[in-house]
């Protein structure tokens, strides 16, 4: 191989011949260093040529106008060093560049971490509640939205006293900014302190929100090492986490011609109707209000109800209750429709209750409590507690209730007109004939 000194005028001006793949030129100040050329290419670059155990090996050393003349001897005389030692080249820069992997990888394992650790609970609450909310009721979804509201919207009804005119942020709401790994015990005693001022029940409903996530955080690989779902269990959060005893309020039977006095009076029929229906089946307030005419079959005398816990049931439809939906405007799909919601539906029955509530001086009764009043006040009939649990959607409870009794709708309409039937009678109000509610006799 013929060498020169190679200088910059030389390797500018170096081609490579026509009809040959490749043209070095070869310096003599660096042994083993050499410029090649490809034909078609005005790019150049430097290479370094040895021996290795008898073997030949070339590698690569850059481009030359990325390396100038200097630094391209430097490393062909630090490879060649390499090869005095018995080093393959080679080798050691597989070696260098996996340090360099290496490195590069813990840098981003290490800034992935910073960032995991950074996590929040708003960063988290989205993914918590697309996971999960499949398997909630409507009141659970509300529940976890109204958690984290920001507050300050102008409370246009049904404004409390003392709360002024926007209403209040969520519970959860002054967490959302807290890093998952800052949800110490400390903290959300503190946390629970707070709500504890605003109401203990609603308190206590939010720490269970929250406890529900953390734990569901615990469990996602995304999250797990950061949160401390054992901060929920400590006793210095769970002193503050107020007993909320079940209430046990039901209309009584001396009650019941004041209720409907009040009820019957109001002047939307819509929530008139709503509110003895509520009653004289003992539905959940959802079941209700998602009720569209589709459901109800006034030939058959059936309501097909969305139920919570077993995907829909059927219930009788009762004669007194089959003329009030009977009497009801068709407006759209909804059975307790509105004009003025959004939605098209009844979205605030508690309200109109409230008011008749107060004009008969009667205690302010829940809506839940008139689900609780039916099941109460069948008992005066003797009506079997499986009967009752069938209509209101309830799970069984024993194990012939549940495996072995699925009572048909004729046997559950016997008692249930029963019930209705009554309830009317105590309240004096007189069943409807067969015009208003047609193919049903009342029995008692």
């Given at each position: 191989?013929?060498?020169?000194?190679l200088?910059?005028?030389?390797?500018r001006?170096f081609?490579?011949?026509?009809?040959?793949?490749?043209?070095?030129?070869?310096?003599?100040?660096?042994?083993?260093?050499?410029?090649?050329?490809?034909?078609?290419?005005?790019?150049?670059?430097?290479?370094?040529?040895s021996?290795?155990?008898?073997?030949?090996?070339?590698?690569?050393?850059?481009?030359?106008?990325?390396?100038?003349?200097?630094?391209?001897?430097?490393?062909?005389?630090?490879?060649?060093?390499?090869?005095?030692?018995?080093?393959?080249?080679?080798?050691?820069?597989?070696?260098?560049?996996?340090?360099?992997?290496?490195?590069?990888?813990?840098?981003?394992?290490?800034?992935?971490?910073?960032?995991?650790?950074?996590?929040?609970?708003?960063?988290?609450?989205?993914?918590?509640?697309?996971?999960?909310?499949?398997?909630?009721?409507?009141?659970?979804?509300?529940d976890?939205?109204?958690?984290?509201?920001?507050?300050?919207?102008?409370?246009?009804?049904?404004?409390?006293?003392?709360?002024?005119?926007?209403s209040?942020?969520?519970?959860?709401?002054?967490?959302?900014?807290?890093?998952?790994?800052?949800?110490?015990?400390?903290?959300?005693?503190?946390?629970?302190?707070?709500?504890?001022?605003?109401?203990?029940?609603?308190?206590?409903?939010?720490?269970?929100?929250?406890?529900?996530?953390?734990?569901?955080?615990?469990?996602?690989?995304?999250?797990?090492?950061?949160?401390?779902?054992?901060?929920?269990?400590?006793?210095?959060?769970?002193?503050?986490?107020?007993?909320?005893?079940?209430?046990?309020?039901?209309?009584?039977?001396?009650?019941?011609?004041?209720?409907?006095?009040?009820?019957?009076?109001?002047?939307?029929?819509?929530?008139a109707?709503?509110?003895?229906?509520?009653?004289?089946?003992?539905?959940?307030?959802?079941?209700?209000?998602?009720?569209?005419?589709?459901?109800?079959?006034?030939?058959?005398?059936?309501?097909?109800?969305?139920?919570?816990?077993?995907?829909?049931?059927?219930?009788p439809?009762?004669p007194?209750?089959?003329?009030?939906?009977?009497?009801l405007?068709?407006r759209?799909?909804?059975?307790?429709?509105?004009?003025?919601?959004?939605?098209?539906?009844?979205?605030?029955?508690?309200k109109?209750?409230?008011?008749?509530?107060?004009?008969?001086?009667?205690?302010?009764?829940?809506?839940?409590?008139?689900?609780?009043?039916?099941?109460?006040?069948?008992?005066?009939?003797?009506?079997p507690?499986?009967?009752?649990?069938?209509?209101?959607?309830?799970?069984?409870?024993?194990?012939?209730?549940?495996?072995?009794?699925?009572?048909?709708?004729?046997?559950?309409?016997?008692?249930?007109?029963?019930?209705?039937?009554?309830?009317?009678?105590?309240?004096?109000?007189?069943?409807?004939?067969?015009?208003?509610?047609?193919?049903?006799?009342?029995?008692?």
């Amino acid at each position: 191989m013929a060498r020169i000194k190679l200088t910059a005028g030389r390797i500018r001006d170096f081609e490579c011949p026509t009809g040959t793949a490749q043209a070095f030129l070869w310096d003599t100040e660096a042994p083993g260093l050499a410029v090649r050329a490809t034909p078609g290419s005005k790019a150049r670059g430097f290479i370094f040529q040895s021996r290795l155990n008898g073997k030949a090996l070339r590698i690569t050393i850059g481009d030359v106008r990325a390396w100038n003349l200097d630094d391209a001897r430097a490393e062909a005389r630090r490879l060649q060093t390499l090869i005095d030692q018995g080093i393959d080249p080679r080798q050691e820069k597989t070696d260098k560049q996996a340090a360099i992997d290496a490195r590069k990888a813990a840098a981003e394992a290490e800034q992935k971490e910073l960032q995991r650790q950074a996590v929040t609970v708003a960063d988290a609450w989205p993914a918590y509640v697309a996971a999960r909310s499949h398997k909630w009721g409507d009141s659970s979804r509300r529940d976890h939205e109204k958690a984290i509201q920001p507050g300050g919207e102008r409370i246009t009804r049904g404004r409390k006293k003392g709360q002024g005119e926007f209403s209040l942020p969520g519970m959860v709401h002054s967490l959302l900014r807290e890093p998952l790994k800052d949800l110490t015990s400390e903290r959300l005693a503190a946390w629970m302190q707070e709500n504890n001022a605003r109401g203990a029940t609603e308190a206590a409903k939010n720490f269970r929100l929250l406890r529900a996530f953390l734990n569901w955080c615990a469990e996602r690989p995304e999250y797990s090492g950061i949160v401390r779902p054992d901060a929920c269990r400590t006793s210095e959060v769970k002193d503050h986490v107020r007993a909320v005893k079940a209430k046990g309020d039901s209309l009584q039977r001396e009650q019941l011609p004041l209720w409907f006095e009040h009820v019957r009076a109001l002047r939307n029929p819509v929530h008139a109707a709503y509110l003895q229906t509520a009653l004289l089946t003992g539905a959940r307030r959802e079941e209700l209000t998602g009720m569209r005419w589709d459901d109800v079959d006034f030939q058959w005398k059936t309501v097909t109800i969305k139920d919570k816990v077993e995907g829909e049931r059927t219930i009788p439809l009762t004669p007194y209750v089959a003329a009030l939906l009977a009497s009801l405007p068709h407006r759209n799909e909804w059975v307790f429709s509105s004009p003025s919601a959004e939605s098209g539906r009844l979205q605030e029955p508690l309200k109109p209750h409230k008011n008749a509530m107060e004009a008969a001086g009667l205690p302010p009764f829940t809506l839940h409590d008139l689900r609780r009043s039916f099941g109460t006040l069948a008992e005066w009939v003797e009506c079997p507690v499986g009967v009752v649990a069938q209509i209101q959607g309830h799970k069984p409870s024993a194990l012939a209730e549940k495996h072995y009794r699925r009572r048909p709708i004729d046997l559950l309409r016997v008692w249930h007109v029963k019930i209705e039937a009554w309830i009317l009678k105590e309240a004096g109000i007189e069943p409807p004939s067969e015009e208003q509610a047609p193919g049903l006799r009342v029995v008692v």
